[in-house]
């Protein structure tokens, strides 16, 4: 069986050379989110100015990972007064770098 981390980080790496633009600010858009998204055990969300919000990469993670933490991660330049990217390099599988375990 085809590793579904892998399809994922394919697909969403040809998209990115499809279309930057487009991907990048996909993957910046977050929405607001209540404590039932926040307390999901594998969907990333995250708290910005005061408020929780949830992504599409949060998203993509809960749905092919199984770690709290993630395991498709995105590199590239982030404005650091936003945390948004300026520009995505690629998508990572952050597997081999992981050291949470889940119970």
Do not use: W
């Amino acid at each position: 069986m085809a590793d579904p981390i892998f399809k994922a980080l394919e697909v969403l790496n040809d998209a990115l050379i499809r279309d930057p633009a487009a991907i990048t600010q996909l993957v910046n858009l977050r929405v607001d989110c209540n404590a039932q998204l926040i307390d999901h055990p594998l969907i990333q969300s995250a708290e910005y100015h005061g408020v929780a919000k949830v992504g599409v990469l949060g998203l993509i993670n809960g749905i092919v990972g199984n770690s709290p933490s993630g395991v498709i991660g995105a590199e590239g330049t982030i404005d650091r007064d936003t945390g948004l990217f300026i520009k995505i390099r690629k998508f990572v599988d952050m597997r081999s770098d992981k050291t949470d375990v889940i119970a």
